[in-house]
């Protein structure tokens, strides 16, 4: 079983719609939630990343954890064909300063 | 300033053949990491380095695979005796030491044939 799980799609849905990109993890270890935006042939930059369980909201952004059942949630308001792109979760291991990637989601926006 | 910038961008080669990959981190990162990313398989963290020294060797998939990198900066990946399972686009990102985001180069694109 993987560290961390993610539907790898890939997953259309029209513009203007709420997209949500969902993973699972293992290790109750685990403190920072990370997710990373990749477009085509380019390198993973991170959008947001959220401390254990709650909300974080950035423009039409939410990142969202619940530690409870080791679940973490990315959710995209009003979504533009801009936001077609691979999204990859990750957790982040402060003692060995490693992150563990899930599979990435490849969303697209239809105009 | 500029961001992490990783040569080649694309390489072709021959099963069999030696490769090495090449990165250069963003300036004053102390930080610097490999992973490998396939279809279908994420990133795979390949290794760590904190300055020339690498503490997390534990991601290289066999002994074909090594890296160095030198005056703090400047790190190559070199993958031996190439087989076609290498074929991958390789990953270096890099950091200050203990801060959670990590800048990603481009990645260079490998195929074996």
């Known amino acids: 079983q993987k560290e961390v799980e993610q539907d790898p799609g890939p997953l259309s849905v029209p513009e203007g719609a709420i997209v949500s990109l969902n993973c699972t993890y293992s290790?109750?270890?685990?403190?920072?939630f990370m997710w990373y935006r990749q477009y085509s042939r380019k390198g993973p930059e991170l959008l947001m990343y959220?401390?254990?369980?709650g909300n974080k909201e950035d423009g039409r952004f939410t990142a969202q954890v619940d530690k409870s059942s080791k679940y973490i949630s990315l959710f995209i308001r009003d979504s533009q064909p801009s936001d077609s792109a691979t999204y990859l979760c990750?957790?982040?291991?402060?003692?060995?300063?490693?992150?563990?990637f899930g599979t990435g989601t490849r969303l697209t926006i239809i105009p | 300033g500029a961001g992490v910038s990783q040569s080649p961008s694309n390489k072709v080669t021959e099963k069999g053949k030696d490769v090495e990959l090449r990165c250069d981190p963003i300036?004053?990162?102390?930080?610097l990491y490999w992973y490998r990313q396939s279809l279908g398989q994420g990133l795979e963290f390949l290794i760590y380095?904190?300055?020339?020294?690498?503490?997390?060797k534990s991601g290289l998939p066999s002994d074909r695979f090594s890296a160095e990198r030198t005056g703090g900066s400047v790190s190559t990946l070199t993958i031996q005796r190439t087989q076609q399972e290498d074929s991958a686009v390789y990953l270096c990102a890099s950091s200050f030491t203990g801060e959670r985001e990590q800048f990603f180069g481009p990645g260079t694109r490998l195929t074996v044939l």
């Open positions: 990750a957790t982040y291991n402060f003692g060995n300063e490693k992150l563990t």
């Open positions: 380095f904190q300055g020339n020294s690498a503490p997390d």
């Open positions: 959220t401390y254990s369980s």
């Open positions: 300036s004053g990162h102390t930080a």
């Open positions: 290790n109750s270890a685990f403190q920072y």
